[in-house]
């Protein structure tokens, strides 16, 4: 039995995981749950994979969620401190699905006390990379990409020690918006951005592949993971997401990963490595299929694409700043203070304000990165108000 802590438990990363958890019993026990502020969903996951310990970032939930376990021994812990303290917990595997920055703290944590993390979470991997690559590499802690195109290059690079890519291509999509104008765009609602075509997924994740910043967090994602230099990394649009990257060598030869569009897939190679578990969804069928299209992204109609490809290259803080200012953007979205096409505005207005976001803060240190993340989240938040 291998022990299994899942964070963001009531998100759509915990359903992929526990479904899979459901399907092989003889192999995986859980340990700890963890949720933000969804009790009910927590209390009713908790009954059917008893863990030892359930936690909630919110420190207002912690009542009712220990009144509705109050019958079954599971210990229930509250708030920042208590996520943190959840994640170094010794066990066998961490899934770290919680959405945001949030995660960084829990994700710190779980790379120095679990055997292996697999790292769904993107925003902490472009905001503090080399850090936890770091600490990772430190208490010898194996790090498994869920993120699909991630997944698929780790398993096309694995074993491959002394062939060095030439160059790695992560697909997208395209979103819900791949040919609309720009101009429709600013009519878009948030009903529309997180009805993604092919994958079912968490609203703030689902609006950042609208806007394709998913895919410019996903190259940062990428450049930190596999240690190569921006130049080394393309997107190219494939609408039907079976391919899920591609991985050239200087001979000519290009891998590609394939599978069906389902998070089973990738889950299923964290949850079971080095063995491979069955996954429980359909097998890819090409045949019915019958072709797989790929086509040139169109930059000037994603501009948040352009600024996270700026901040790659920049590098340091721009990140942390990058993904703050997408952060409250989407949220601003959500909640219908902001349009569809003020995101992109807002992330360029932070990025620019560089006397202010960039300047002062140390990359280098996890004080530097959340001051940062502070600032720039006042900052953004302030610029929402003028805009709204
Ligand atoms: N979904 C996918 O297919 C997919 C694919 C690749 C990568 N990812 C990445 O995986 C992460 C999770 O995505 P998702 O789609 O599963 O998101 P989601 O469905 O929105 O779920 C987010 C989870 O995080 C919890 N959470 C929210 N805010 C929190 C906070 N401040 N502190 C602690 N926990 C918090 C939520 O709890 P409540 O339910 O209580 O709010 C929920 O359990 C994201 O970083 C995303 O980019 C997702």
């Known amino acids: 039995m291998r022990k299994l802590s899942v964070f963001g438990a009531t998100g759509t990363i915990g359903d992929n995981t526990l479904d899979l958890v459901g399907r092989h ?47 079954l021994p599971i210990k229930v812990e509250a708030g920042a401190q208590a996520m943190v303290d959840a994640a170094c917990a010794p066990v066998d595997l961490v899934v770290m699905g919680i959405v945001g920055f949030a995660a960084l703290g829990p994700s ?61 291509v992560l697909t997208a999509s395209g979103g819900p918006f791949r040919d609309m104008s720009l101009d429709d765009m600013a009519r878009v609602t948030p009903e529309m951005a997180i009805a993604h075509p092919n ?13 394709m910043m998913n895919k410019g967090l996903e190259l940062i994602e990428a450049r930190v993971l596999f240690n190569v230099v921006p130049e080394m990394l393309d997107v190219v649009v494939h609408p039907q997401s079976i391919v899920h990257a591609l991985v050239h060598f200087r001979d000519g030869s290009v891998l590609a990963h394939m599978a069906t569009p389902d998070m089973r897939v990738p889950l299923a ?3 079971g490595f080095p063995e491979r578990i069955d996954h429980g969804g359909t097998a890819l069928d090409l045949a019915s299929l019958g072709a797989l299209n790929f086509e040139p992204i169109e930059r000037s109609r994603f501009p948040c694409l352009v600024h996270a490809e700026r901040a790659m290259h920049k590098g340091g803080i721009y990140p942390t700043v990058l993904n703050a200012a997408n952060e409250v953007a989407v949220s601003g979205f959500l909640s219908g203070k902001l349009k569809f096409t003020d995101i992109a505005e807002t992330v360029t207005r932070a990025l620019d ?36």
Request: aromatic share 4%; proline share 4%.
């Open 199 to 211: 994958w079912i997924m968490g609203a703030k994740i689902s609006v950042d592949s609208a806007t």
């Open 269 to 271: 190679y964290c949850l």
């Open 108 to 168: 710190l944590a779980a790379v120095r006390y679990a055997d292996a993390v697999a790292l769904a979470n993107k925003e902490c991997l472009v905001v503090s990379g080399a850090m936890l690559m770091e600490t990772a590499a430190r208490y010898a802690t194996r790090l498994l990409p869920v993120d699909s195109e991630h997944n698929g290059v780790f398993q096309l690079l694995d074993g491959r020690d002394g062939d060095i890519p030439s160059k790695i």
């Open 25 to 71: 019993p003889d192999k995986f026990e859980i340990e700890v749950l963890t949720a933000h502020e969804n009790i009910e969903k927590l209390a009713a996951l908790a009954r059917i994979h008893k863990p030892s310990l359930v936690v909630v970032s919110d420190p207002e939930c912690r009542q009712r969620l220990a009144s509705a376990l109050s019958d």
């Open 353 to 388: 304000a560089e006397a202010e976001l960039i300047a002062p803060f140390d990359p280098t240190t996890l004080a530097g990165l959340e001051t940062c993340d502070k600032k720039t989240r006042h900052f953004c938040s302030e610029l929402i108000k003028d805009m709204s």
